[in-house]
């Protein structure tokens, strides 16, 4: 059965810092990976997507996501956050239907 | 280029009531899907409908129904509503599962 696990509910980062949101996926068949946002009363904004290809995926807001086959992996990540890339990260994966990770708050404080 | 739009925003209704909420994906999108969001729970898949049929389904009770009309507008239905039915309902269109747009969601609450 397919699934996705985010490792980390909660990922409190200073404005500026480096931040990775880690997702893994468990499937028997090839994936589609997808990342969202989440802002308060809205409803999701796909970041990036993983169909085939370039391993390395680059998205909008400067974030970009690494498929890693041999891991099972699909980690996002930004270089240097800023205050309005707080919210909640989403990590799914389509082999039928959109599955979805239990989501990852990211907190940015200045 | 119009993106996908639900309606009503927010809804609150009375217990054992019945509820239904629209989506109209993006044009030319023939994919619809709806999903649950609780706090509890997260994000839970309902049901997705292709060219008014339906292709997949969650593990919701028989309560919870859709239907996809030809111009690929969608309806979700709750019937004999119940306080843990509370919940952001977002509907998501697709161009042939390679992408999910979503709309910003109907807040249901029942009290």
């Known amino acids: 059965a397919q699934s996705v696990t985010q490792l980390d509910s909660q990922v409190p980062v200073f404005e500026e810092a480096p931040v990775e949101l880690r997702c893994n996926y468990s499937?028997?068949?090839?994936?589609?990976l997808f990342w969202y946002v989440q802002y308060p009363n809205q409803g999701l904004q796909l970041l990036l997507k993983?169909?085939?290809?370039?391993?390395l995926v680059k998205g909008i807001n400067g974030f970009e996501a690494e498929f890693n086959k041999s891991q099972t992996s699909f980690h996002l990540r930004k270089p240097s956050v800023h205050i309005s890339d707080t919210a909640e990260y989403f990590c799914?994966?389509?082999?039928?239907?959109?599955?979805f990770g239990t989501g990852t708050r990211l907190q940015v404080f200045p | 280029k119009a993106g996908v739009t639900q309606t009503p925003r927010y809804l609150i209704k009375t217990r054992g009531q019945q509820v239904t909420l629209s989506c109209s994906p993006i044009s030319g999108h023939r994919s619809v899907s709806w999903y649950q969001q609780t706090p509890g729970q997260g994000l839970q898949f309902l049901f997705e409908?292709?060219?008014?049929?339906?292709?997949n389904k969650g593990n919701f009770p028989g309560r919870f129904s859709g239907r996809q009309f030809s111009n690929s507008r969608s309806e979700m239905n709750v019937s004999t509503l119940e306080l843990g039915d509370s919940a952001l309902y977002l509907c998501a269109s697709s161009l042939e599962g390679y992408g999910y747009t979503f709309g910003s969601g109907t807040r249901l609450t029942v009290v």
């Open positions: 499937s028997s068949v090839s994936v589609y």
């Open positions: 993983y169909l085939s290809g370039s391993t």
């Open positions: 799914a994966a389509n082999t039928d239907k959109l599955i």
């Open positions: 409908y292709f060219s008014e049929t339906q292709r």
